[in-house]
């Protein structure tokens, strides 16, 4: 009898050959028994040894941990403003806890392999003498959560981070659903990925935290909350019992539904038995526009929110307020300034309202998406198992799940009913808010799309979608869009190389590219490009969409460089209404 798709495509998977994993594990333990562990200045000035230490004192005292993210140019400007951060909160009287290193995506790569690969958003740290003035800059704690564990460079990454103090690394959901640029190689990332896992895991009693955002990988890609909870229950399995290290749950970005927001707290508090340690939990992005002031009551109320959950439910999640600028440009330091003050005056207002206020219909949230997340653990557990996985295989599980991708793991698992009307192909229990929302931004633009005018410019018209990094909302919104107008839409996904776009463009022939990008690297990546479209006699229109801006030496923050993509006849698109006018210009 012929295989069922899904198990054939779980036997395909296993058919690369894997190493045992006990002998990873012995390589990992091998490894931790050389580390000792750095004494950053926040542990000196906090007399601890470990940031899981300072988390379970918050914890006791019912003192709410702060987070801000910070990743300027290059680490000198990152380690002047680590330092400023830190005059600011000692002139202020307030403690700014932990702060988030945003580093170069190319920090994921062996360190040989970063030098051909173009420069990204955050500094580098490419010296023994950096990496240690990590821990050093300023009494506030490290956090390296992403591009660190879950690619090629996750041994050397954790091993210099834990030398330098940072006890808590990331980032274990980046490893399922991300890739560093110009490098396919899902074994060799897994083996890295096992090996550091298996580093702190051996240093689990001196405090060591394995960090995952779940914003951040698969937990974005599913379109049912359910789904997330049974897929954090899965990472803990493997993390904890298989890897016998901590896992640090995060969430927040996608997040916009204060419920789901205090929700979620109460469910990780749950899925974790009652001693979850979070990592931080991030602010709502979802909801932030070019309107300032509009964002800034954004921050108000997640903020709120954030803090009374914190108050009823100490997990020591470091809370997380986002400046105002960062829906158009990497912020300042003074701005990251200003919404840590915020931040301070709205814990003023929580402590004042909670006594007032209903968490309620939150703990209803979380008692419901555990139970149905339980239940798609359960059927994972048990349909990997039969489709002859080796559950208890900690490197096979996690290579399984990394090839098996969010859309098949959602259709074989999931909580909803079958029904090939939505995504991944289930009706979601408890739709998540990044699903809402791009279901209504389809609905915002769907007028305009289907109006004749735009169908005449874009019916037949073949389209080829592509992301150079892990954002891949837009994609869909697009795809859903532009297919609706009568266009013939191939959808690359996320983080595409520009020669595998352009090699697949030779392929297909379509009228136009449209390339979202987000991570500082925009006119490097479209040289590139346009190379390799050049090497294959390419002449189809280019359209970016994005974040556009460049890491530029000797500037702090990235730059836009929307006019200079202008210069390379690559067309720039502001919003999703502007796909039709620039149709009109270019393929009518």
Known sequence: ???????????????????????????????????????????????????????????????????????????EDTARSLREIYKVSQRCGFVQDRAGLCLDRRMGLPSNHRGNVPAETGPMLDSLEQWLDVGRAAPIQPHMGDFMIGFPASTENTVNALRAGVTTIGNLSQFFAHEVPLWRDHLGTTLETARAVAVLGALREKGTLFHSYLDDGFGALFVDSATVAG???????????????????????????????????????????????????????????????????????????????????????????????????????????????????????????????????????????????????????????????????????????????????????????????????????????????????????????????????????????????????ALFVLNRLLGAAGAEVVNMGPECNPDEIAERAAILRPNALLVSTHNGMALEYAHRLLGEMTERNLDTAVVFGGVLNQKVDGEEMPVDVSDELRKLNIEVAGGIEEIVALAGDLWG
Request: charged share 25%; aromatic share 8%.
């Open 1 to 75: 009898m012929e295989k069922a798709p899904f198990a054939q495509k779980i036997g395909d998977i296993l058919k690369t050959p894997l190493p045992k994993a006990s002998e990873v594990l012995a390589e990992g333990r091998e490894i931790a028994a050389g580390i000792e562990i750095g004494r950053t200045a926040f542990f000196e000035k906090m007399d601890v040894s470990s940031e899981t230490e300072y988390k379970r004192r918050c914890i006791a005292e019912g003192r709410v941990m702060y987070h801000c993210h910070i990743g300027m140019s290059t680490w």
């Open 231 to 473: 897929w954090a229950m899965l990472e803990r399995y493997i993390v904890e019992d298989l890897f016998g290290a901590k896992l640090a749950h995060c969430m927040g970005g996608l997040i916009t539904d204060p419920v789901k927001r205090s929700g979620w707290i109460f469910a990780l508090d749950a899925i974790h038995e009652h001693d979850c340690i979070g990592s931080m939990f991030f602010g709502d992005t979802l909801s932030f526009t070019a309107d300032f002031a509009t964002s800034r009551g954004v921050v108000s109320e997640y903020m709120l929110w954030d803090i009374m959950t914190q108050l009823t439910c100490p997990t020591g999640h470091g809370l997380l307020s986002i400046p105002v600028t960062e829906a158009i440009r990497v912020p300042s330091v003074d701005e990251i300034i200003d919404a840590q003050i915020f931040a301070r005056r709205i814990e003023k207002s929580a402590r004042r309202m909670l006594p007032l206020f209903d968490l309620s219909p939150a703990r209803k949230f979380a008692e419901r998406v555990v139970a149905n997340g339980k239940k798609v653990f359960d059927a994972a557990l048990a349909g990997l198992k039969e489709a002859g996985v080796d559950i208890a295989d900690p490197l096979q599980m996690l290579f399984v799940l990394k090839v098996l991708g969010p859309s098949a793991f959602e259709a074989a698992f999931g909580a909803g009913s079958p029904d090939e009307a939505y995504a991944h192909g289930r009706k979601p229990v408890i739709p998540n808010d990044v699903f809402e929302n791009s279901e209504a931004l389809v609905a915002q633009h769907l007028v305009l799309f289907a109006l004749d005018s735009s169908r005449k410019v874009l019916r037949g018209k073949k389209i080829l979608l592509a992301s150079t990094d892990v954002h891949e909302h």
